[in-house]
Every structure is written in C-alpha cells, then in structure tokens.
C-alpha cells in the first residue's frame, strides 16, 4: 500500500502510470502532476474504471523545489516518481530531502542550459578530469549520497531500460552467470518504423543532445572519446535482423564502471537508419541543435526547442510504428575458471504495447522499468539508502517484475560478440 507522486505526463510517464494502475495492490494511491495539467486530467480520465488505484491530480512546475515541497506538503505521498525531464532532476531531488520522501528517475541531471556559467565551468574540470564531454554525468547526483543515507532515504537513480534493466542485468549476470565480468557490450535495437522521414521515440531534445553528442566508452577504468558517431558495426538482432549500430556515451557506463571495477570495457551502441542520421546531421549543421538562444522577430528562441515543436510528438507514434525492438548486454568473463559469454536482453514489439497500453515500444520500454523501480523501494523490498543505481540492489525480483509486466527476457548462452 501506497502513496506515489508523479511528475510529468509524457510518454514515459502515461506508461509508468498505466502500469502501476495493473499493480494497484502497491500502488493504491496516484497523484499525477506535470506542467500542463489537462495533459494529467485526460490520463485520469481514461483509467476511470479500470483500475482501484484512486488518482488525483495537480499542476506544478518542477523547475522550483519550493514548488514541489508545497506539492509534497499538501500530498504526503511516500515517493516523487520523477518522469518529467532530466533538467528537473536536482529540484525534486532537493524536494524529496526537505519533506523525507523517497526519490526515483529514469535518467540522470543535464542543464537546460549548457552555457550558464556556474554549471559550465564545473562541466569543463569535468571533462578534463574524467575524459568525455558529454552534458550530463552522475556527480550531480551521487552529491546527494550521504544526505539521502542520512535522511534514511532512497533516490533511485536511472530506472528505465537503458540505464535501469541493463544495468540490473549486470547486477544478475554478476549473481548467477559469472565469477568476473570481463566486457560488457549493451545493445539498444529499435527496429520499429513509424513512417515519417525524421522523428525520435522520447523528448526530442534530450535525444537529439544525446545522439549528437561524441561518442565514448570506458576501457581499463579510463574514458575513451571519440568523434560522434565513428564507430560502427552490424549485428544481428534476434527477432529484428541485421542493423547497423553506433558506438555512443551512455550514463550507465559510469556508474557500471565504479560499481564493477574488474569490467575491462564497457560500450554502448544504439542502431540507427540512414535517413535519421542524414537529417541529425543536416539539422546540426545548420544549427537547428543549438541550445543557446537567437533573436529571430524581436523573439527569443532556442533552436532545439522549436525544432521540437515541428517535430511528431513522440507519445503520438504508437498507432504508426511497426517492428520489434531488442535492447540487452553482451557480457563475456569467467565462471567456475571457463570462459564464458551470454546475451541478456528483451524483444519487444511496437504493435503489442500500442494494442496494451496506447504507447510505442520505446515509452513502454522505459515506464515499465519506471514502475517496478518504484514498487521495489516503496513495498521496501529494494531498502538500501543513498543515492544509487539499480545495479546495486538483489537484481531478482526486479527481473521476476519484468516477466509479470510486459518485458520478458531472454539469457542467449552462445551469442554472437560485437567486434
Ligand atoms: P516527454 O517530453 O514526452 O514528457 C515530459 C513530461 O514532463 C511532459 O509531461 C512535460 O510537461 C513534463 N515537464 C517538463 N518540464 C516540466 C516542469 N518544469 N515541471 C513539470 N513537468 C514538466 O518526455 P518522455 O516521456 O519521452 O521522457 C521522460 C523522461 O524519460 C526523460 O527524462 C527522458 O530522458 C527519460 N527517458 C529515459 C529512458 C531510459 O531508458 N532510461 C529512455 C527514454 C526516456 P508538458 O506536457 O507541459 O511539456
């Protein structure tokens, strides 16, 4: 039995929502809160009468903490869901601290605005120190470790499939598959069409930032970088085919790293089409990715912003895509002194999350883990305090959650490794 309060109502979130509302014996209580509100009255409406989960709703903007605590304050809920934007991060983080209430979010702090002074010069000791210079990193976050702990509190930190599932993939490759990890490949595979010639499958801006950015990895605890998308190999996907892939910075190469010091290598590869890339590239070149803002008709504008505003809402793709995606981790290591390599991943196809839940296999594959990182921390049984990853909790029940709530996997023992 509990109390969860929700921000944001995006794609993400409607599917995070719609999945506790299947889990009502934990979640027996929702308030859904985002910007635009009639965004979170329209969801309550449609699960009017198919779920015992009782849902309220309210209006906040997350860019304030005072604006989530006198939220917290009026709700008294046992935990903030964080589903919003990764720019809201540190606000309900901060919120969460002052009422004592757990935290959970599905992908780590960036700046909204990369050429604020105070941030950017703590980016660039950064990026020096640590070697790759993308936005967004956990030392943000892992910031608040010792203030959770000490609060007695959990801020789950990245449950969504890529950070969270692979990451608790390699917390049970570690448990049950090796006695050292020596690589880990993580594989993200979105074989869906959705038709149009250019779109993306969650907020535009954040995943423009992401794909545009160079592309790292971690080799022998230290940051390799590499120009943006230099790297490239074809695999072939169970369920999807062969597709072409490219090596980027991902967030849970860091903490993998810390968290599993014997890792020689961790990397990171999402596929892309041809058409994605050619129009990532020209939209870049022209500036079209710029986050600083311009003067156009007396009128201030953020390029990405407005490019977002031309672009297909993600959360509207689900009746028009089509195909399968497969996202899961090529680990090779030791076990019992044998040499060993096994691919743990989930297949999960477009149309079926469109006929389940209304949202395509991207939203889904993200709200489910969203869901099941939450019921872990408020049922108690995920209760460790601080700031922490989900690699570092008992992998197993999470993984049953997967079974039971739309993400079956599977553990390949003799897949093909990427080059
Ligand atoms: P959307 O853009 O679809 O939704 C974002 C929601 O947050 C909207 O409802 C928006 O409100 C709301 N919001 C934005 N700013 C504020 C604010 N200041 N205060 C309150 N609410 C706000 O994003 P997605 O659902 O695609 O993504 C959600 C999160 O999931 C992102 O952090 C993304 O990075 C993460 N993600 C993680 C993945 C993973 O595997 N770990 C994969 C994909 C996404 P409004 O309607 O007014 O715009």
Redesign the pocket.
């Known amino acids: 039995m509990s109390r969860v309060l929700v921000?944001?109502?995006?794609?993400?979130?409607q599917v995070a929502i719609k999945k506790c509302c299947q889990n009502s014996a934990v979640f027996t209580e929702l308030c859904i809160?985002?910007?635009?509100k009639s965004?979170c009255d329209a969801l309550k409406a449609e699960m009017e009468g198919k779920t015992s989960t009782v849902i309220t709703t309210a209006e906040?903007?997350?860019?304030k903490a005072e604006n989530v605590v006198a939220l917290i304050k009026e709700y008294k809920p046992d935990a903030v869901l964080n589903?919003?934007?990764?720019?809201?991060d540190l606000a309900i983080m901060d919120a969460c601290l002052e009422c004592g209430v757990h935290y959970i979010?599905?992908?780590n702090y960036e700046p909204e605005d990369t050429d604020d002074p105070k941030w950017r010069a703590i980016y660039e000791k950064r990026c020096e120190e640590k070697g790759f210079s993308a936005y967004f990193d956990y030392s943000w976050q892992w910031a608040y470790d010792e203030r959770f702990k000490e609060a007695g509190l959990t801020a789950l930190l990245?449950t969504?499939?890529?950070?969270?599932v692979t990451s608790v993939f390699t917390a049970y490759a570690k448990k049950h598959y090796f006695d050292e990890i020596h690589t880990i490949d993580i594989l993200d595979c979105n074989g869906g069409d959705h038709g149009y010639p250019f779109a993306t499958n969650?907020?535009p801006e954040?995943n423009l930032r992401e794909v545009s950015a160079p592309g790292s990895y971690m080799e022998d605890g230290r940051w390799i970088e590499i120009p943006a998308m230099s790297i490239k190999r074809e695999y072939d996907f169970p369920e999807v085919g062969k597709k072409d892939m490219y090596l980027l910075h991902h967030e849970e190469i860091e903490a993998l790293g810390r968290n599993f010091p014997e890792v020689k290598r961790i990397r990171f590869f999402m596929t892309f089409g041809q058409s994605y890339l050619t129009h990532m590239t020209c939209l870049e070149n022209v500036g079209m990715l710029s986050t600083t803002p311009i003067n156009f008709n007396g009128q201030e504008i953020v390029p990405i912003q407005f490019l977002k505003a031309l672009l297909p809402?993600?959360?509207s793709l689900g009746p028009r895509t089509v195909g399968k995606t497969n996202i899961g981790c090529i680990f090779t290591g030791i076990k019992d002194g044998k040499e060993r390599t096994i691919y743990i991943y989930n297949v999960c196809d477009h149309q079926a999350c469109y006929r389940e839940l209304g949202s395509q296999a991207?939203?889904y594959?993200?709200g489910v883990?969203a869901m099941i990182g939450t019921a872990l921390v408020v049922s108690g049984v995920w209760d460790k305090r601080g700031a922490l990853t989900t690699d570092e909790f008992d992998p197993d029940p999470y993984m049953a959650m997967l079974n039971e709530y739309g993400l079956p996997w599977v553990v390949d023992e003799a897949p093909a490794t990427v080059e």
């Open positions: 921000i944001g109502c995006g794609g993400v979130a809160a985002s910007r635009t965004k906040v903007d997350a860019d589903v919003a934007l990764p720019y809201q979010d599905t992908a990245g969504g499939f890529d950070p969270g969650f907020n954040i809402d993600p959360a991207i939203s594959t993200t883990p």
